[in-house]
């Protein structure tokens, strides 16, 4: 199983940028696959940003409750995180996750910046 990650790059705060991840490779049980987003920020540990299961409820760090939306295809196993009112602090390498029962993998990670 691979996950493969998009979409980061620099913006100017308050701007908008949109992470894609397609997890390609044998899935079983994709119907039970949470899809998550975390990030690391400079000096501090990975954090969960974003979650979905695959019926679409959805669960948000508290930081970004109402600035970031997570969605997903199933048909094309990916995950998305459209991230709007970007500030400074959400400068971070960013990381899609997917967690099957106690299997769980995370791609590599993409890099947003966040210019003030």
């Known amino acids: 199983v691979q996950l493969q990650a998009s979409g980061g790059g620099l913006v100017q705060a308050g701007g908008s940028l949109r992470l894609s991840c397609v997890v390609s490779?044998?899935?079983?049980?994709?119907?039970?696959?949470?899809m998550n987003w975390y990030r690391q920020c400079p000096g501090k540990q990975r954090e969960l940003v974003a979650a979905?299961?695959?019926?679409?409820?959805?669960n948000y760090a508290d930081s970004v409750k109402g600035r970031f939306t997570i969605s997903r295809d199933n048909a094309k196993n990916t995950a998305y995180l459209q991230m709007s009112s970007l500030r400074p602090e959400d400068t971070a390498v960013y990381y899609c996750?997917?967690?099957?029962?106690?299997?769980?993998?995370y791609g590599q990670g993409t890099q947003v910046t966040v210019s003030s």
């Open positions: 996750n997917i967690l099957i029962g106690g299997y769980t993998q």
């Open positions: 979905i299961t695959s019926g679409g409820r959805t």
């Open positions: 490779g044998s899935i079983f049980n994709n119907n039970l696959m949470i």
